[in-house]
C-alpha cells in the first residue's frame, strides 16, 4: 500500500521515468535470459559436435596405432629374416673360401712341379701356360682371402694381435713386394724413408694387409709410366702413412662409397672383374679395429689418389 500511495504522489513525469527505467530493466533481464539459454544451446551444440569429433579421431587413432602395430610386427619378421639371410651369407662365403683354397693349393704345387720338369726357355708355350696358372691361382687364393676376413667381420671373429714392432721394417717388406709388380707394369714407386725408426703397437700382419691394399690398388689403377709415392711420419703420438698415385683418381660422388663392402667404381672398368670389392672395406675395419682412421682424398677423374691412414702409437690409446 506504501509503495501505491508513493507512486500517486508522483508527478506524470517521474512516473513515466520510473515505469520507462523498470520496462527496461525487465526487457534488458527478459533479453538477457534469452541470450542465455541460446548460448547454452549453441555451447551443448558445439560440445556434442566436438565430443563426435574426438570420438571419431579416437576412432581413426586406433586404426593407425592397430596398423603401425601390424607394420611393426612384419619388421620385426623382416629383420629376423634379414638376419638369418646374412647368417647363411657369412656361412656360405666362408665355407667357399675354406673349401676352395685346399684345391687352389693343390693346382699351384702341382703347377710347381710341372714348371720344374717343364724346358727352360723364354719361348716354351708350356712355360708360359703355367706361368699363367700360378698368376691364376694366386689370384683366386687372394680372392678367397677376402671373402675369409668378411665372414669373419660379419661374425664377430675378426681378431688383432697387437704387439710390439718396427714399422720401418714392415714397410720395407711391403715395398720389396709391391716393387716388383710396378716394375712389371711400368711404374715408378717411391719409398720416404723416416729418418728414425718408428716402434708401433699394433698388428703387424694386418697393418701389412692395409698396405699391401693400398699399394696394389694404386699399381693396378695407374697407367704404364705413372708414379706413385709412399710415405708416413708420426705427429701427436699418431703414425700417419700416405699413399700418393697420379692415376685415373676418384670422382667426388665416389669417394663417400669407395670403403663400402663389394663396391667397385662405375667409372673405370678395367679392373672390375679382377676382385670383389673388399680389399678398401677390410683395410678399414683393420684401421678402425686400431682405433685409428682411413680415408681418400682425389680433385676428381684424372687428378689422381691420396689415401690415407692413421693408427695411435702408443699402446695406451687401447685400453679402455
Not at 549453441?42 to 560440445?47: D, L, N
Not at 728414425?196 to 693400398?214: E, T, Y
Not at 693396378?220 to 705427429?235: A, H, N
Not at 678398401?280 to 678402425?288: C, G, H, M
Request: aromatic letters at 10%.
Amino acid at each position: 500500500m506504501a509503495i501505491i500511495e508513493f507512486f500517486r504522489q508522483m508527478s506524470y513525469p517521474i512516473y513515466y521515468a520510473v515505469l520507462t527505467t523498470a520496462l527496461l530493466l525487465l526487457t534488458f533481464w527478459i533479453a538477457r535470459r534469452f541470450a542465455m539459454r541460446k548460448m547454452k544451446r549453441v555451447v551443448m551444440k558445439a560440445e556434442h559436435s566436438y565430443q563426435q569429433q574426438i570420438a571419431s579421431l579416437q576412432m581413426q587413432l586406433s586404426g593407425k596405432v592397430s596398423m603401425l602395430e601390424n607394420m611393426v610386427e612384419k619388421l620385426k619378421l623382416s629383420n629376423q629374416e634379414l638376419n638369418r639371410l646374412n647368417e647363411i651369407r657369412s656361412k656360405f662365403m666362408s665355407i667357399v673360401a675354406h673349401d676352395l683354397r685346399q684345391p687352389l693349393t693343390s693346382i699351384q704345387g702341382f703347377t710347381s712341379v710341372l714348371m720344374m720338369d717343364s724346358p727352360q726357355g723364354g719361348g716354351n708355350n708350356d712355360q708360359v701356360a703355367l706361368n699363367n696358372i700360378l698368376k691364376a691361382t694366386d689370384n683366386m687364393n687372394q680372392l678367397m682371402a677376402d671373402l675369409m676376413d668378411i665372414s669373419m667381420i660379419e661374425s664377430g671373429k675378426f681378431k688383432m694381435d697387437f704387439k710390439n714392432f718396427n714399422f720401418n721394417q714392415l714397410l720395407n717388406d711391403v715395398y720389396t713386394l709391391q716393387q716388383v709388380n710396378a716394375q712389371k707394369k711400368g711404374i715408378f714407386l717411391t719409398k720416404y724413408e723416416y729418418p728414425n725408426d718408428v716402434i708401433v703397437f699394433a698388428d703387424r700382419f694386418r697393418i701389412s694387409q692395409v698396405l699391401n691394399n693400398l699399394l696394389g690398388n694404386a699399381i693396378k689403377f695407374s697407367p704404364q709410366g705413372g708414379r706413385i709415392e709412399v710415405r708416413y711420419f708420426l705427429q701427436d703420438g699418431w703414425l700417419i702413412c700416405y699413399v700418393d698415385d697420379d692415376g685415373p683418381g676418384i670422382a667426388y660422388n665416389e669417394q663417400s662409397k669407395i670403403f663400402q663392402k663389394f663396391h667397385q667404381s662405375e667409372n673405370d672398368r678395367s679392373s672390375r672383374k679382377q676382385g670383389w670389392g673388399l680389399g678398401l672395406s677390410i683395410a678399414q675395419e683393420i684401421v678402425n679395429a686400431h682405433n685409428g682412421e682411413i680415408g681418400v682424398e682425389s680433385a676428381g677423374l684424372g687428378q689422381g689418389s691420396l689415401f690415407w691412414f692413421r693408427i695411435p702409437v702408443d699402446p695406451a690409446a687401447y685400453k679402455a
